[in-house]
T-cell receptor, first 110, second 115 residues
């Protein structure tokens, strides 16, 4: 069966510090991968998606970037965090039809 | 641009009631629609997936319907239980080869079922 992992589960970072969130998927190959952000009081916003290794598409202009160094690994990064980057970050994968989500990372930028 | 709206924003019911959550979308050119459940501080759990050619899907006490032409879906929960308390999210996937499985989400309905 397929599983999706995210780490860390929670993170508190100062403004201006770098960020690296990791997502890995098990039990499938060549999935489409997605990063979403859920800010307090707002819905889920798609940040990036990837259809293959090294292929990244950005949905909104922002302070973040994404990379896919391996088939089942998706990384969300920032060189300098902003207060507005705080939120709940969710990784998801999709193959054929249904989309499945990871447990999320709660990021607080102080 | 696809927009998804969920009504009501919040719902509080006594245990045992049957209830309906509503989802509407502005662009009827969808590939499928998915209902999710989110518990506080957790990720999303997929409840039901309805393909654009289908009218409804059922799983246990849950039944989801889809009227693509009118841009509406409903999630029906029978005999609600306190364990059903969560946020319910509706999401649509656009049709066409460039959608890449991307989902557009509604804001969710916060459901509270009290004993």
């Amino acid at each position: 069966s397929q599983t999706i992992h995210q780490w860390p589960a929670t993170l508190v970072q100062p403004v201006g510090s770098p960020l690296s969130l990791e997502c890995t998927v098990e039990g499938t190959s060549n999935p489409n991968l997605y990063w979403y952000r859920q800010a307090a009081g707002r819905g889920l916003q798609l940040l990036f998606y990837s259809v293959g290794i090294g292929q990244i598409s950005s949905e909104v202009p922002q302070n973040l970037s994404a990379s896919r160094p391996q088939d089942r690994q998706f990384i969300l990064s920032s060189k300098k965090l902003l207060l507005s980057d705080s939120g709940f970050y969710l990784c998801a994968w999709n193959k054929y039809n249904e989309q499945f989500f990871g447990p999320g990372t709660r990021l607080t930028v102080l | 641009k696809q927009e998804v709206t969920q009504i009501p924003a919040a719902l509080s019911v006594p245990e045992g009631e049957n209830l309906v959550l509503n989802c509407s979308f502005t662009d009827s050119a969808i590939y499928n629609l998915q209902w999710f459940r989110q518990d506080p501080g957790k990720g999303l759990t997929s409840l039901l997936l309805i393909q654009s050619s289908q009218r409804e899907q059922t799983s246990g006490r849950l039944n989801a319907s889809l009227d693509k032409s009118s841009g509406r879906s409903t999630l029906y929960i029978a005999a609600s239980q306190p364990g059903d308390s969560a946020t319910y999210l509706c999401a649509v996937r656009g049709a066409g080869g460039t959608s890449y499985g991307k989902l557009t989400f509604g804001q969710g309905t916060i459901l509270t079922v009290h004993p």
